[in-house]
């Protein structure tokens, strides 16, 4: 069965930077786009970007731009998100999410159980 | 940018239909997508391609999308239904969400 497994909870500084894991079994990696979304304590759904786990080209939210890095190991079958000079309100849990395609239709079909980030000094 | 409209918050007796609305310009001529989510959970889509129910979302809940709305409704709503559910729909190679409906089962 298709599943998103995601790294573990984080705590950092002000500054920093937080690399978050999505790892993907159940079906071919390369073959599906993958999605961060990020969602703050009682706040929406947040999209931050997406990578083709493919080609490894990522396309930002205009708002991350400059400090978010998505990558992937496509031998490991693991897609990465990495945001810097992180600040208090980018606190939250983020998701990857699988990126299902259908003849230029798009949903977000499987997503991971989340991770918490949290920007504390 | 393309911007998404949800009432906050739909209460619904047990039983009862609970529809939810999204909002945003020429909606009906994208394809709509709805998330429930849980608290703590992850969102799990309950419907997309505006009325397509992926496999294991019971038969209570539809979809449809036209004009500048898109309907999720909930027939016979249960309990368990109780939760946030948002809509997505994509514009210019991006996804949007709309803000999030909280439905109540009193």
């Known amino acids: 069965q298709v599943q998103l497994v995601q790294s573990g909870a984080e705590v950092k500084k002000p500054g920093a930077s937080v690399k978050v894991s999505c790892k993907a079994s159940?079906?071919?990696?390369?073959?599906?786009?993958i999605h961060w979304v990020r969602q703050a304590a009682g706040q929406g759904l947040e999209w931050m970007g997406w990578m083709n786990p493919n080609s490894g080209n990522p396309a930002y939210a205009k708002k991350f731009q400059g400090r978010v890095t998505m990558t992937r190991n496509t031998s490991i079958g693991t897609a990465y998100m990495e945001l810097s000079s992180l600040r208090y309100d980018d606190t939250a849990v983020y998701y990857c999410?699988?990126?299902?395609?259908?003849?230029?239709?798009?949903?977000?079909?499987?997503w991971g159980q989340g991770t918490l980030v949290t920007v504390s000094s | 940018s393309y911007d998404l409209t949800q009432p906050p918050s739909v209460s619904v007796s047990p039983g009862q239909t609970a529809s939810i609305a999204c909002s945003g310009d020429?909606?009906?001529?994208?394809?709509a997508s709805w998330y429930q989510q849980k608290p703590g959970q992850s969102p799990v889509v309950v419907m997309y391609q505006n009325s397509k129910r992926p496999s294991g979302i019971p038969e209570r809940f539809s979809g449809s999308n036209s004009g500048n709305t898109a309907t999720l409704t909930i027939s016979g709503t249960q309990a368990m239904d109780e939760a946030d559910y948002y809509c997505q729909a994509w514009d210019s190679s991006i996804p949007i969400f709309g803000g999030g409906t909280k439905v109540t089962v009193l």
């Open positions: 999410a699988r990126d299902y395609y259908d003849l230029g239709r798009r949903h977000s079909d499987y």
């Open positions: 020429d909606l009906g001529r994208k394809y």
């Open positions: 159940g079906y071919t990696f390369s073959s599906f786009d």
